[in-house]
């Protein structure tokens, strides 16, 4: 069982619960057994780029955010090892600044919820609304570019786009295909995310959008490098991890589990 999760999110970002403090995390975390964590909260654009409410920290959160996972990291090191980073879209005229963040940090992680133009016009949420077949490939080609970068250490639910589609047609097989193909070819882990399965499990979601059987087939054909990610925003994920896990074992299937690359810690 994955003993480290690099998916974690805070009350910054403004909808995960706000009554627990980064602290409470770490505790649940060394309580259910793991010996890594790195902190991931959504990225503060310097641009105003989503305007959407409580969906990332403001940009003034972010010394006090690296400040904070620091203290922790020093009164936790004998327990477990915690990182610090963010978890980012990719936004071409974003490119300098996420370059200056991946100095910064210790981990990055790709979570493309959004394309846009090289601009950032255009704006368009991935996966909550019917997103075009021209959206989902956009989708796929921001994520190969910033992999190309050298901007991820992980591609995040790198099958988002399949909330918005009925069936995984032409369009997600080709999406699919770039995706697995730049994540082999630089390096990149891509999450088997747990979100849904959490919420498939508790009964908060009636099917399982991701991780899709359809996408991990294919990647599973490449022998992707992988990764589970709790993409922690409330308790409840951290204390159903292995449960999760274990559903998610089954949900894909021993073929394709077989044939993904679940890399250890040190990635």
């Known amino acids: 069982m994955q003993d480290f999760n690099y998916h974690t999110h805070t009350y910054r970002c403004g909808h995960a619960d706000m009554s627990m403090s980064d602290e409470e995390y770490v505790k649940m975390f060394i309580e259910y057994g793991f010996k890594k964590i790195a902190f991931t909260d959504h990225v503060p654009f310097m641009n105003k780029i989503d305007f959407r409410n409580n969906m990332r920290m403001d940009y003034s959160m972010k010394d006090e955010y690296y400040k904070s996972i620091k203290t922790l990291k020093e009164k936790y090191k004998i327990l477990i090892d915690i990182e610090v980073g963010f978890e980012f879209e990719y936004v071409p005229s974003e490119e300098e600044y996420l370059k200056q963040l991946k100095k910064e940090t210790d981990k990055m992680i790709l979570g493309q919820h959004f394309v846009c133009d090289d601009d950032g016009s255009n704006f368009k949420i991935i996966g909550y609304s019917s997103n075009s077949s021209e959206d989902v490939l956009r989708y796929a080609y921001l994520v190969k570019e910033a992999m190309e970068k ?46 849904r399965i959490a919420m498939f499990l508790v009964k908060e979601s009636k099917k399982i959008a991701y991780p899709c059987k359809e996408f991990w087939k294919i990647a599973s054909e490449y022998h992707v490098k992988v990764v589970y990610g709790v993409d922690a925003h409330f308790r409840n994920q951290i204390s159903s991890y292995k449960e999760c896990v274990e559903y998610c074992s089954s949900y894909l299937g021993e073929e394709i589990i077989s044939n993904l690359v679940f890399c250890d810690k040190n990635l």
């Open 150 to 195: 050298g901007l991820v250490d992980i591609v995040a639910h790198p099958d988002l786009f399949m909330l918005s589609s009925e069936r995984f047609g032409e369009t997600e097989q080709r999406a699919t295909r770039i995706i697995c193909e730049s994540a082999v070819k630089y390096g990149v882990p891509l999450e088997i995310n747990l979100t």
